[in-house]
């Protein structure tokens, strides 16, 4: 029950910032047209992969290396805080470094969003810290009010700007954003640090970056390699020079394919540790979330199917109709999106980010061959092709992990 009630608040909280993040696109959309849309989502694509490659997996395991029997203090909080700071200097650098790597005409016709997704990215930094540091601590409640102050802030701003007619554009609006993301950081590293008991002990070989690789890298690759297949369509088109409207009208596809994983990559951070090993009922745990979240989303990629033209056309406008085709040739990827993502964290936690690691980069590679093998015989459909097949291929491959992990641990209904 005490699971079920943490999926309960924690499903209702996503549900809210998933119909905000939707909300936000259709705003988007209609006031700023292909062009903004496309600024807007390969801004925020850029940002999650660079977050990803820069953080080195050290947030991810935050998580793993705190449990019931190593409480965290406030000395813990500080010297987790001062390796994040650490970590924030270093993924600036990144992107300095990223800018010398990357092909002149390409970095020139992307300067601006450079600039802008550097900022972004350490914002996304410290919530990110915030929101681990309160699952460790089982305070979901910070989360979700957290989760939801962002989305609903942003969306406010964004009402402001279509129907008050305020002159922003959407470089300005990202800026509020980070502005906003900042803010809310700020008050729940206040919240969970006067939290914390004083007492003060000698483990810094648990926090320490150094110690925390030795696991965290596998990890490190996964989170990397999954975000990249999420964004890989978007940094594909701008990588082949495509129009930033064309990465606008596919990504209205993608928005609405994505709606369940914008549910369920927040609620995955939560039931972390409910996965973990010595703890109990885990097995209920996984298959409970599964079958919630399956059940769930089975009829909405089916009557996405069935009106893919009309929810494009009613949402956006008749200038976004062509992204009715992709989210027809998508829709089945609603429903494998939640066991493929709850099957990921369920490995993960139980000691096999290795197997993930390797299986994910396999699925980002088959991704990457159909993409390339269909493009010119289907165009940007290929995208589309490419990603349905992809997320097929992992959860075959998940199913078969999963189910051995299962049996060689033994693990079953009964346990307690």
Same mark, same amino acid.
């Given at each position: 029950?005490?699971?079920? #009630? ?7 909280? %996503? ?7 939707? +909300? ?22 850029? %940002? ?11 947030l991810s395991t935050i998580v ?22 650490? =970590? ?45 540091? +309160?699952? *460790? ?21 964004? #009402? ?44 810094k070989e648990i926090i320490s ?9 596998? *990890? ?40 369940? %994983? ?17 703890e109990s009922n885990v097995l ?42 992709? =989210? ?24 096999? +980010? ?14 990457? *061959?159909?993409?390339? #093998? ?29 189910? %051995? ?6 693990? #079953?209904?009964?346990?307690?």
């Open positions: 029950m005490y699971l079920l #009630s943490i999926i309960g608040k924690s499903v209702f909280a %996503r549900c809210i910032c998933a119909l905000s993040i939707f +909300a936000v696109g259709i705003l988007i959309a209609r006031y700023f047209g292909k062009e903004g849309v496309g600024i807007y989502v390969f801004t925020m694509a850029a %940002r999650r992969l660079i977050f990803s490659l820069s953080n080195l997996g050290y793993y290396n705190f449990t019931s029997d190593f409480k965290m203090t406030k000395n813990d909080f500080l010297n987790l805080l001062y390796r994040v700071l650490l =970590l924030v200097v270093f993924s600036i650098s990144f992107v300095i470094v990223l800018c010398h790597i990357l092909p002149n005409d390409y970095v020139e016709a992307y300067l601006e969003r450079i600039y802008l997704i550097s900022v972004l990215v350490v914002s996304l930094f410290f919530l990110t810290f915030s929101f681990r540091v +309160a699952s *460790v601590l089982k305070k979901t409640n910070y989360i979700n009010a957290g989760e939801v102050t962002v989305q609903l802030s942003f969306l406010t701003i964004c #009402s402001s700007t279509t129907f008050l007619n305020f002159d922003l554009n959407v470089d300005n609006l990202l800026l509020l954003f980070f502005i906003i993301e900042l803010f809310v950081a700020f008050f729940l590293v206040l919240l969970i640090y006067h939290s914390l008991p004083n007492e003060k002990f000698n483990r970056i150094k110690s925390v690789f030795r696991y965290s890298k596998w *990890v490190y690759v996964s989170n990397w390699v999954n975000n990249l297949i999420i964004d890989y369509p978007v940094f594909a088109m701008s990588l082949a020079m495509l129009p930033s409207s064309a990465i606008g009208v596919f990504s209205r596809a993608m928005t609405f394919i994505n709606l369940g %994983r914008s549910v369920i990559n927040p609620l995955s951070t939560i039931l972390f540790p409910f996965f973990r090993k010595k209920k745990n996984f298959f409970f979330s599964i079958f919630i979240t399956v059940i769930s989303l089975l009829p909405v990629s089916i009557f996405v199917y069935v009106f893919s033209k009309e929810i494009i056309s009613f949402f956006y406008g008749e200038e976004f109709v062509s992204a009715s085709l992709y =989210l027809e040739i998508m829709a089945p990827v609603l429903f494998l999106q939640p066991f493929n993502v709850l099957s990921n964290v369920f490995l993960v936690a139980r000691g096999k +980010a290795k197997s993930v690691s390797f299986f994910s980069a396999l699925s980002l590679l088959t991704l990457i *061959v159909c993409s390339f #093998s269909l493009y010119f015989d289907f165009g940007v459909s290929a995208f589309a092709i490419s990603i349905l097949i992809q997320q097929l291929t992992i959860a075959f491959i998940y199913l078969v992990l999963v189910l %051995r992990t299962i049996v060689h641990e033994g693990l #079953s209904f009964n346990q307690e």
